[in-house]
């Protein structure tokens, strides 16, 4: 399917897509510290991962593809970018190094300043 335009249906098939690509960034594993399960990255999701795995060409057809006719699949497409902002922005708050590509991440594909 990669390096095809995907075409969803229904902005339902698009969405349930866009959690299967963020539950396979995380598995849930158990931390005594917290004495619960919580979730563990394990690979991060990015703009161009989620658009390759939703069967995009690129992140830019992926985002062309927000401008359907029914504002859902907009809507949709907004929610994942969002979710991918709030995991840099962690990231960001978190770092205890350089955090030069959060950064540039955040600068470039969501618009920070």
């Given at each position: 399917?990669?390096?095809?335009v ?10 349930d ?15 005594e510290k917290?004495d ?5 990255c ?11 795995y ?8 992926l ?13 949709i497409i ?13 990231k960001?708050i ?10 540039f991440?955040l600068?470039?594909?969501?618009g920070?300043d």
């Amino acid at each position: 399917m990669y390096g095809t335009v995907a075409v969803y249906p229904t902005p339902d098939s698009l969405k349930d897509k866009i959690d299967e690509y963020f539950e396979q960034c995380f598995v849930q594993m158990y931390s005594e510290k917290y004495d619960r399960q919580i979730p563990y990255c394990i690979h991060p999701p990015t703009f161009s991962g989620m658009a390759r795995y939703l069967g995009f060409p690129s992140r830019v057809a992926l985002l062309a593809y927000r401008n359907k006719s029914n504002p859902l699949y907009e809507e949709i497409i907004d929610s994942a970018k969002l979710r991918i902002e709030e995991y840099y922005e962690e990231k960001l708050i978190l770092a205890k190094g350089p955090s030069t590509g959060i950064q540039f991440a955040l600068k470039n594909n969501c618009g920070w300043d």
